[in-house]
């Protein structure tokens, strides 16, 4: 079964950095986009960043700039690098993957980590 394990979230000061960590695990044949959404008290679930097929980036126009994904593909692993936080970026941050599993038939779905709070405030 495949779990998304997220870290690095946590309380930081207007104009602080935070790096989140998310790794994919279990029966995975193949990662056709990976990334982070989040989403606020009150709000949609918004899409912050994603890297699809290894290399396409795709950010949330608000955070283009401030924040930078990368990953590790052998690890099965992506980073968002978040610099000049502002109190806007507060919300619960998610790690999303699109999968295709190992499992017979085989799947190709959404996976969703647990979420991990980011919190910006003074």
């Known amino acids: 079964q495949v779990q998304l394990v997220e870290s690095g979230g946590g309380l930081v000061q207007p104009g602080g950095s935070l790096r989140l960590s998310c790794a994919a695990s279990g029966s995975i044949f193949s990662i056709n986009t990976m990334g982070w959404y989040r989403q606020a008290p009150g709000k949609q679930r918004e899409l912050v960043a994603a890297v699809t097929n290894g290399d396409s980036t795709n950010y949330k126009p608000s955070v283009k700039g401030r924040f930078t994904i990368s990953g590790d593909n052998a690890k099965n692993t992506v980073y968002l690098q978040m610099n000049s936080l502002k109190p806007e970026d507060t919300a619960l941050y998610y790690c999303?993957?699109?999968?295709?599993?190992?499992?017979?038939?085989?799947?190709?779905?959404?996976?969703w980590g647990q979420g991990t709070q980011v919190t910006v405030s003074s």
């Open positions: 999303h993957a699109n999968i295709r599993t190992r499992d017979w038939p085989p799947r190709r779905g959404d996976y």
